[in-house]
């Protein structure tokens, strides 16, 4: 699979990054605060945990869906928690097949 990039939206509208593992079709849980971040570390991302139990609810997109799913995910650890593919039980329920307003990527 090719260069693929994801991104998250907090509740009060922040807009992180994460990278896709291309061969599964999963998100690397790893986030970085700004899309050229994510470009410079491309392929260095780590299987990281949150380990602070304050992940919060967020919106997740990736480039070349036209959709969005739910998920959730820590500023303090920076990972992505859950929602890390969108086909995958108790996140395909909350597929929206629609490009959001706030996707980097339109
Ligand atoms: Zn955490």
Redesign the pocket.
């Known amino acids: 699979m090719a260069h693929w990039t994801g991104a998250i939206k907090f509740s009060d509208d922040e807009v992180w990054y994460f990278q896709m593992n291309g061969v599964t079709d999963t998100a690397i849980p790893q986030l970085y605060k700004s899309f050229e971040e994510c470009e410079i570390n491309w392929r260095q991302g780590k299987w990281i945990e ?6 919060e609810p967020v919106a997740i997109t990736v480039a070349p869906l036209k959709g969005w799913w739910e998920g959730t995910a ?1 500023r ?2 920076k ?1 992505l ?1 859950t929602g890390l593919s969108n086909e995958s039980p108790g996140t395909i329920d909350t597929y929206h097949n629609e490009l959001p307003s706030w996707s980097p990527f339109q």
């Open positions: 949150c380990t602070c139990n304050r992940a820590c303090f650890c990972a928690v």
